[in-house]
């Protein structure tokens, strides 16, 4: 009777948990024989349930020994593809459920299947490892995306049918384009006599999972960001190329891209701001990039900390960034705020030195001499600044926000920012700088405002 129970029990498990009755049928795997499997679709199509549930197939299905869960970094793979909602762990039925040694960074399901978690943030660890089945989550967010995935694919040999599982949201990066055109193409393998498929690609949007969603929520996130590139991008999973006439190339950003732990010494480093008119929910963001020049004439962008900000929380930022990246001044445009920018800025710090510039000229005529300092390859991203990149990337000389749904406020930052460091204000005789936070001893701020009609940057 007891082993009636327990088998009862672990009938109405498996039910429960049955996911080929739940699932989309897009969101099973696809049949015959591949290598590897790209899922690209936007947040919330359920990507993280489909790794989880393939990883749980393929390791009791007994044809694997090994499996390899990539993510972003050690913290992404425990919270989201092992420990998640749906990671893993969660989905797992009772009676075929992995045992989690986190230390280890381990799984070992029941027939003695093993997965072991790595971070793209540490690419050489997946040089000795080897497996017959990897699970890539979020590979479009990964540093060094190429390196990383050379590696994974480099492991994948144990087996007669090693493959790999990507789940990610969109972005073009050069692996996914490579990915992409290797869509469909079929390979003759030697060793089996057979052919298999090289990539199958799965596309989706957020909407398609939406039963499973909260539907306010997303009818909120496609009100504010549908139809605007990111919106393409993180809603609809469209792999976005770069936009016709766009003053950017993703092409060249990529080119001279550096890892984070690759930052060279500053000669000179500066936060540049480009604030809001005001701080509602779907207010404009207030600007704010960090970037620096080296003593060869090379730009880098440090970091981007742009936001739905009031003035006194932008006035913080900036100030913090400003400490915490040793600037030399905080850059800010005072069309739409004047003297009110100046004194939000003195009311977190008295003498925090700051240079007031004023645009009279069109956005895109100021982009242009920054563009152009990308083209020559002078620019170096240090990290990914994915919104950003993409509003540099969709950015044309006849831009219209009305039209795009959006105001470049990052792309006004980092313009103002470089402008600053190149010395290429010059180029711009109706823009006025303004250094100010000069003050005596006795504390009076001392007048040293000009016109630059012939002044050089310093």
């Not at 795009?404 to 290429?424: F, I």
Request: with cysteine.
């Amino acid at each position: 009777m007891t082993s009636l129970a327990a088998l009862a029990l672990e009938l109405a498990d498996a039910l429960e948990t049955d996911w080929r009755s739940k699932a989309r049928p897009e969101q099973i795997h696809p049949p015959g024989d591949w290598a590897t499997w790209l899922v690209l679709a936007g947040r919330g199509y359920g990507k993280t349930r489909m790794g989880a549930e393939w990883v749980q197939e393929r390791a009791m299905s007994g044809s694997v020994s090994r499996i390899g869960l990539v993510a972003p970094t050690a913290p992404d793979a425990r919270d989201v593809m092992i420990e998640g909602a749906s990671g893993i762990m969660a989905i797992a039925p009772k009676h075929a459920r992995p045992d989690y040694q986190p230390a280890l960074r381990r799984l070992t399901w029941p027939n003695g299947c093993v997965a072991t978690a790595f971070s793209a943030e540490e690419p050489d660890r997946l040089r000795g490892p080897q497996h017959g089945a990897l699970w890539a989550d979020e590979l479009a967010a990964w540093p060094d995306a190429h390196k990383v995935w050379e590696q994974c694919e480099m492991g994948l040999r144990l087996g007669r049918q090693p493959q790999a599982l990507i789940t990610t949201t969109p972005r073009p990066i050069p692996v996914i384009r490579d990915l992409l055109s290797r869509e469909g193409v079929v390979i003759y393998d030697e060793d089996t006599k057979s052919h298999y498929v090289d990539v199958i690609v799965t596309r989706g949007k957020t909407a398609d999972n939406i039963k499973n969603l909260a539907p306010r929520r997303v009818r909120k996130l496609y009100d504010q960001y549908g139809g605007t590139r990111l919106g393409r991008q993180e809603l609809e999973g469209e792999v976005l190329t770069d936009t016709p006439g766009a003053l950017w190339r993703l092409e060249d950003i990529d080119r001279t891209r550096l890892p984070v732990e690759a930052e060279p010494d500053m000669k000179r480093v500066v936060v540049a701001v480009d604030p809001a008119v005001s701080s509602r929910e779907k207010s404009n963001l207030t600007g704010l990039v960090v970037a620096g020049v080296d003593a060869d004439g090379h730009f880098y962008v440090l970091a981007d900390r742009s936001d739905v900000l009031t003035p006194d929380a932008w006035g913080q930022r900036a100030v913090a960034l400003y400490r915490a990246f040793k600037a030399d001044r905080i850059v800010c445009e005072v069309n739409q705020g004047g003297d009110m920018v100046e004194s939000t800025i003195r009311n977190v710090d008295p003498n925090a030195p700051v240079r007031k510039v004023h645009a009279s000229r069109g956005k895109a005529v100021r982009a242009e001499p920054v563009a152009a300092l990308y083209e020559q390859g002078r620019v170096h991203h240090v990290g990914e600044f994915r919104q950003l990149e993409d509003q540099c990337c969709s950015f044309t000389s006849d831009f219209d926000r009305r039209r795009a749904g959006y105001s470049p406020d990052r792309l006004d930052a980092l313009v103002w920012a470089l402008t600053e460091l190149s010395g290429r204000g010059q180029i711009e005789p109706d823009v006025i700088i303004e250094p100010v936070g000069i003050r005596n001893e006795g504390g009076t701020r001392l007048d040293l405002s000009w016109s630059l009609g012939s002044y050089e940057m310093d």
